[in-house]
């Protein structure tokens, strides 16, 4: 039961840190995490991070959206 656990921890710790945007992205700011109103133009996504994710770890496109790494920063 000891060895399912440490597996289950281990599977989700990966999980959880397997997303390109998240770890290699930066921090992450405030235009990146707030959802833009009604009339205002939308987040533009970081190509290369969603089909890293795609290819890597489909999963970890959850994680990315999730945190808002996956868009890119203001002005760019």
Not at 11 to 16: Q, R, T
Not at 33 to 42: A, I, L, M, N, Y
Not at 69 to 76: H, L, M
């Given at each position: 039961?000891?060895?399912?656990?440490?597996?289950?921890?281990?599977?989700?710790?990966?999980?959880?840190?397997?997303?390109?945007a998240?770890?290699f992205g930066?921090p992450?700011s405030?235009?990146q995490?707030?959802?833009?109103e009604d009339?205002e133009?939308q987040?533009?996504?970081?190509t290369?991070a969603?089909?890293a994710?795609a290819?890597i770890?489909?999963?970890?496109?959850?994680?990315?959206?999730?945190t808002?790494?996956?868009?890119?920063p203001?002005?760019n």
């Amino acid at each position: 039961m000891k060895k399912l656990s440490n597996l289950l921890a281990i599977a989700l710790l990966v999980i959880s840190m397997s997303s390109c945007a998240t770890i290699f992205g930066g921090p992450v700011s405030e235009y990146q995490r707030t959802k833009p109103e009604d009339g205002e133009p939308q987040r533009k996504v970081r190509t290369g991070a969603l089909i890293a994710d795609a290819i890597i770890f489909f999963p970890s496109l959850i994680v990315d959206f999730a945190t808002g790494a996956i868009y890119k920063p203001e002005g760019n």
